[in-house]
């Protein structure tokens, strides 16, 4: 009996053994495939005080390293624009910059441009004011097709107050005034394309036949695609003061001008107010005052050009977009970039 | 026998396990390390040294830093290339300041970007920039209102009947004249009495499209007194006093005609609702006073509506 018991216990070492030597076979066996890139090796990363770089691994993407360092995919674009790729590969090597080291996009031999296009009534193409259905689609399908990023008027504000980069190709959307063509015509190319867009509204205009009703600002607003914010009261040129009124009025009418549609637009529809689109453009150190002073973070002109990190935020540009223009004058109002030497 | 074959179960497992585990133990560092592309980034980084793109080869040395942090090499690549864009920043920030001072703010612009270009994290240099910037657009808002404000003092007349007249440079002005007159075509008068005020702002000597705003005002006066609204209408009507007499007799008889008319109405609308409501008729008997000055029943009513309701105040104020 017990040399039974003895030859069993013999054979469970003998395969103890043999289990161990399989395992020991893997281990190494697995080794070789990965040495022979025959198996797909994980992905391993460094970080430092500004940096990491991660060998990726089989499972990532742009999106997924965006989302793991940056807290969201939508910023995958800057890992792309560092590295130079449009799209992550096992085993490449991806430098995730944690601070950016370009914030005010100002580079070596050129610095990042902006276009702010400015709408205004769409639908008739025959009027300057008015862009038609066909021409704006055009136009958007352009951007679409060209590589631009539409970004947000917030995403701006970002950038210029705390550096917070965008898309290289970034151009922004305003439409002025609050016609009801831009919720009829515009809102649904928009959504077409999911850019995002500013309406700028003043607000005596509201009620107007052919002005937008506040359950259509409310829908677009809703949507998240289309933002709202103030372009005056009863849009006059609030740059001049009128003849025979005093300092203290044309104050009084300032003020006005500037906190009645912001309230009507928080009240109405809760949009947090940054941006102030001046009526005609035209602006002055009263005005702007009175901006700073409400907390408004920029305010929009029609001097026409493009906007940097480093342009006066209470006086951006904008380019009108016009019924007449052609999709090729369209096309050359869209410079994101500017030589350093060359620049104006 | 189960024994056997339990340890045959057994390896097969322990195969799959030990595929789906790592190589053997290293640090991440040192993995990285074996695994990065060194020579091919110093390369670059070198290169970039040659272009004169210091700021950028410095970026470059920053990651091999990251990726090998025990290099000593990379630690002096790094200083070096910290003190010598530190040194290009500072070198065209002086001629930044030197062109300032010059009056030169194109140059002194473009020479504060060299600089930021070589310390993108400097945020004085960046607010230097910006502030030329903001000289710059200034002053070519200055320059537009100068504009506006010269327009206004001389009367500019204009020549063609349909046409944008030709001293109007800005587009987006003309854009609104040219909406206007586009939306009076089509019986929009309150959407052309809009747009062609947006357009007098900042031409208000215009007598063309002071012209046609005139006509658009009688028109769209006439539509609110065919809609019962008669003190908005009463309203679109005193427009027109701000704008100098129309040149067509027809519009000028149109526009008196309906202020008398209206007058009129709102006057027996003001005596009807006096005993009942004095508020309301003394807004009625203000714009009837208002519309026609020679109104003098309205006058007489108006004065004693005014009159009853400073006696109806000072009782109230009496008794409280």
């Not at chain 2, 993995?31 to 970039?48: G, T």
């Not at chain 2, 002053?139 to 030709?166: F, H, M, N, Y």
């Amino acid at each position: 009996m017990n040399i039974a018991r003895r030859k069993t216990a013999t054979l469970h070492s003998f395969f103890h053994l043999i289990a161990i030597g399989f395992f020991v076979l893997a281990v190494q066996g697995c080794t070789v495939l990965k040495a022979l890139h025959l198996l797909p090796e994980e992905r391993v990363s460094v970080k430092g005080k500004d940096y990491v770089v991660v060998i990726a691994g089989w499972q990532d993407s742009l999106e997924s390293l965006a989302e793991e360092y940056y807290g969201q995919e939508s910023d995958a674009w800057r890992i792309a624009e560092f590295n130079n790729i449009s799209e992550v590969h096992h085993n490449d090597e991806i430098v995730i910059p944690l601070v950016d080291p370009y914030p005010s996009a100002i580079y070596s031999d050129s610095y990042q441009t902006v276009p702010i296009l400015c709408y205004h009534r769409f639908g008739k193409g025959h009027i300057k004011l008015s862009v038609s259905e066909k021409n704006f689609q055009e136009q958007m399908k352009y951007l679409y097709d060209n590589g631009y990023e539409v970004i947000s008027l917030k995403q701006f504000v970002d950038f210029i107050e705390k550096g917070k980069r965008v898309p290289q190709k970034s151009v922004v959307i305003t439409i002025d005034d609050g016609y009801r063509s831009t919720y009829t015509v515009a809102y649904p190319i928009l959504k077409k394309y999911n850019f995002p867009a500013t309406v700028f509204l003043y607000t005596d205009f509201m009620g107007a036949r052919d002005a937008l009703k506040w359950d259509q600002i409310k829908s677009m607003y809703n949507s998240g695609l289309i933002d709202m914010q103030p372009h005056s009261k009863s849009h006059p040129n609030m740059a001049i003061q009128k003849t025979n009124e005093s300092s203290t009025d044309y104050k009084v009418r300032v003020r006005e001008e500037v906190s009645v549609p912001g309230g009507h637009i928080t009240q109405k529809i809760k949009a947090p107010l940054h941006t102030f689109a001046y009526p005609y453009g035209d602006t002055n150190e009263e005005v702007i005052g009175e901006l700073k002073a409400k907390k408004y973070s920029l305010g929009v002109t029609v001097i026409p050009g493009v906007n940097s990190s480093f342009s006066y935020p209470y006086m951006l540009k904008r380019t009108m977009i016009f019924g007449d223009h052609t999709l090729k004058q369209f096309a050359q109002e869209l410079t994101t970039s500017r030589d350093i030497a060359s620049s104006e | 026998m189960k024994n056997i074959i339990s340890y045959f179960c057994l390896a097969p497992f322990l195969m799959v396990l030990a595929s789906c585990g790592n190589t053997p133990y290293l640090p991440n560092q040192e993995k990285v390390l074996q695994r990065a592309d060194l020579e091919a980034r110093i390369q670059h980084a070198e290169e970039l040294i040659q272009q004169h793109r210091l700021y950028d080869a410095l970026v470059q040395y920053q990651v091999l830093n990251t990726i090998d942090p025990r290099s000593t090499t990379f630690k002096n690549k790094l200083a070096a290339l910290t003190e010598e864009t530190k040194k290009k920043s500072k070198h065209f920030e002086k001629l930044a300041n030197k062109f300032k001072h010059a009056g030169n703010v194109n140059a002194a612009r473009n020479a504060l970007l060299k600089a930021l270009s070589y310390e993108p994290r400097n945020r004085s240099l960046l607010h230097q920039v910006r502030s030329l910037e903001q000289q710059r657009v200034m002053s070519v808002q200055i320059a537009k209102l100068d504009r506006i404000k010269g327009k206004r003092k001389k009367t500019v007349l204009a020549t063609a009947e349909e046409k944008v007249p030709e001293h109007v440079s800005d587009p987006q002005e003309s854009a609104y004249l040219e909406m206007g007159t586009e939306l009076y075509g089509e019986g929009d008068w309150e959407g052309s009495v809009r747009e062609i005020s947006k357009y007098l702002a900042s031409n208000s000597e215009d007598e063309k499209a002071q012209q046609l705003l005139l006509k658009s005002l009688m028109n769209l006066a006439q539509e609110q007194i065919s809609s019962g609204e008669m003190q908005i209408a009463a309203h679109t009507l005193l427009k027109t006093n701000e704008l100098p007499l129309p040149n067509e007799v027809k519009i000028e008889n149109g526009i008196r005609r309906l202020k008398l008319s209206l007058a009129e109405s709102l006057y027996e609308k003001g005596v009807k609702s006096y005993r009942e409501d004095l508020t309301l008729a003394i807004k009625h008997l203000k714009l009837a006073s208002d519309l026609d000055p020679s109104h003098r029943k309205a006058k007489i009513r108006l004065k004693k509506a005014y009159q009853l309701e400073q006696r109806l105040k000072s009782i109230v104020d009496s008794g409280s």
